[in-house]
């Protein structure tokens, strides 16, 4: 049995982030604890959400994305920008006027054990939002919507009183959806939701919220470090490095033509199913480290780490990436990059 959700109007963009920018403050050891500078966390994001529509944030870890997750819920306080959601700038809301919009906008944590209270049976987990926002009683009794929940997850719902030592990865990362659809969400915040799980037990999670995406019309921000799982999931992708998002495309145009270099990188690390193919095919390689966030470089600040700068740019031309930020820019049909020099390449 499913649970009865209204699906939102299937056009239309459901949840915007305008210019969000955050830094947190680096303070000195000691009892005074002197501010001495900032984490660049998250540095001009922008996107927007459709209807019905799953948005891939990759990147590698220490990029921004989860605080960007977190910046779209309003659960922390942006530096700067906005936060558009039915016709309100979310950071401008005060908690009290932000919960009736909690219910509309819910998270799916990275750790299934760790978001879960392993002194709660899952019946209690699953119905404490409910509870917290008066919806437990009413037409049809909390224990029938537990129940339903269970079961639209793919959960037995007979298990509600185990407590979730009990249960697999992968059953633990199903309540914590139950848990998270429980008050008929229309954006769901999937923050590494099948990352701590094997990879044969991500599919049937993955493929769980596709169901749940079509059966209710859910919108999705998915966030990864995976392109391969976000390739099967996602409509658009959008790729930070370093608190910025440096591509944006959709799913077919990002592996078939990305532009910028560090995406081309990481596409070019997913292993290819056929050897023979993965012997020959084009490799895009990084060295160093990623650079501090809270002493980012100066101009692009993927540079220190670009293959293009390093073997393929003349001296004016590296001037232009160390003085000049590139600007996201359009390169057709929405598929837009953030490279002076630009190219696109086809990797898999």
Do not use: W
């Not at 999937?190 to 769980?208: F, K, R, T």
């Not at 966030?293 to 600040?301: A, E, K």
């Amino acid at each position: 049995m499913t649970i009865d959700i209204s699906k939102p109007a299937a056009t239309g963009t459901v949840i915007s982030a305008r210019n969000l920018v955050k830094h947190f403050p680096v303070r000195s050891r000691g009892v005074l604890r002197r501010r001495i500078g900032e984490v660049h966390a998250v540095c001009d994001v922008s996107f927007d959400i459709g209807a019905h529509e799953t948005l891939g944030l990759v990147g590698e870890s220490g990029c921004g994305k989860s605080t960007t997750a977190r910046l779209l819920l309003n659960l922390i306080r942006p530096t700067s920008g906005e936060i558009h959601y039915a016709d309100k700038d979310l950071t401008k809301l005060s908690r009290s006027q932000m919960r009736p919009l909690r219910r509309d906008l819910q998270i799916v944590f990275q750790d299934p054990f760790a978001s879960l209270d392993p002194r709660m049976t899952v019946f209690e987990i699953i119905a404490e939002p409910l509870r917290i926002h008066g919806l437990f009683a009413g037409r049809g009794g909390g224990a029938s919507k537990v129940r339903d929940l269970m079961s639209t997850v793919g959960l037995n719902a007979e298990h509600g009183n185990r407590y979730p030592h009990e249960f697999s990865g992968g059953q633990r990362q199903r309540i914590g959806i139950a848990r998270a659809l429980a008050l008929r969400p229309k954006v769901l915040v999937l923050d590494e939701p099948v990352s701590a799980l094997d990879v044969s037990i991500q599919a049937g999670v993955i493929n769980l919220l596709e169901d749940l995406q079509r059966e209710l019309g859910l919108s999705y921000l998915f966030v990864s470090h995976d392109l391969s799982v976000v390739r099967h999931i996602a409509h658009r992708v959008a790729v930070m490095y370093l608190g910025r998002i440096v591509e944006t495309a959709t799913v077919e145009d990002l592996f078939t033509k990305a532009s910028h270099p560090y995406t081309q990188a990481l596409i070019s690390a997913i292993p290819l199913p056929d050897p023979r193919k993965e012997r020959v095919r084009q490799r895009v390689l990084l060295t160093g480290d990623v650079p501090s966030p809270v002493d980012p470089p100066s101009g692009c600040r993927f540079r220190t780490r670009c293959p293009k700068f390093a073997n393929q740019l003349s001296d004016p031309e590296r001037e232009l990436c160390k003085n000049e930020l590139p600007a996201l820019t359009d390169r057709g049909q929405g598929h837009r990059s953030a490279c002076h020099y630009a190219e696109a390449v086809k990797l898999v």
